[in-house]
């Protein structure tokens, strides 16, 4: 069964750092771009950014919102994929979510979800 | 950046009538290499994850009942659940896959008539 369980989130203050974590299993998750989306407290859903596999380079591409502030990386040894969050600022406040779509392409919909973590950006 | 735009943004119904949510996207979103819609439907209830319905615009997921069903092409698409039930009533969003940045709509809020 796939599987994806984000975790991480917590509250934070303005302009501090955060690291996110999405560990999975029941794939093997070298194969697979991994993507985060996020929701603030009752808005809609907005894609942050993915990383692609090693096979497509493992190459990142971010939202403009956090371009710059936030970075995606993974470990395929352990199965893990990270959103490090820096320069955090109040608008940032929302659930994060990690998802897979069903092949390796980055540009895909996306059937796997984790549950999803809750970061507040607050003073 | 493609902009997803529903329609509308909520929508008061009755159990068993009919529901149809509209999605357009400022470009086309038609790739003509595989002539595939990038368009994808998600039902979200509070509390829980996203669960895709709908991918290619018109691709059931396994396990979504036969009632919901998706159509349209190029630039304006449809999610219609043929007659609606109680646990359908929740925020539906539809989803471009084609090029990044990713964008969503605004999402449709059901509710009860």
């Known amino acids: 069964e796939v599987q994806l369980v984000a975790s991480g989130g917590t509250l934070v203050q303005p302009g501090r750092s955060l690291r996110l974590s999405c560990t999975v299993s029941?794939?093997?998750?070298?194969?697979?771009?991994i993507t985060w989306v996020r929701q603030a407290p009752g808005k809609g859903l907005e894609w942050v950014g993915f990383?692609?596999?090693?096979?497509?380079?493992?190459?990142?591409e971010y939202a403009a919102s956090v371009k710059d502030r936030f970075t995606i990386s993974r470990d395929d040894s352990k199965s893990i994929a990270y959103l490090q969050m820096n320069s955090l600022q109040t608008e940032d406040t929302a659930v994060y979510y990690c998802?897979?779509?069903?092949?390796?392409?980055?540009?895909?919909?996306?059937?796997?979800w984790g549950q999803g973590t809750l970061v507040t950006v607050s003073s | 950046d493609i902009v997803m735009t529903q329609s509308p943004d909520s929508l008061a119904v009755s159990l068993g009538e009919r529901v149809t949510i509209n999605c357009k996207s400022s470009?086309?979103?038609?790739?003509?290499?595989?002539?595939?819609?990038?368009l994808a439907w998600y039902q979200q209830k509070p509390g829980q994850s996203p669960r895709l319905l709908i991918s290619?615009?018109?691709t059931r997921e396994s396990g979504v009942p036969d009632r919901f069903s998706g159509s349209g092409s190029g630039t304006d698409f449809t999610l219609t659940i043929s007659s609606l039930q109680a646990e359908d009533v929740t925020v539906y969003y539809c989803?471009?896959?084609?090029?990044?940045?990713?964008?969503f709509g605004q999402g449709t809020r059901l509710e009860i008539k």
């Open positions: 998802t897979r779509g069903p092949d390796s392409s980055p540009l895909r919909a996306w059937p796997y």
């Open positions: 029941g794939f093997t998750f070298s194969d697979y771009a």
């Open positions: 990383i692609r596999s090693r096979a497509y380079s493992g190459t990142t």
């Open positions: 470009q086309s979103i038609l790739y003509s290499s595989n002539n595939k819609n990038y």
């Open positions: 290619w615009a018109s």
């Open positions: 989803q471009q896959y084609f090029s990044t940045p990713i964008t």
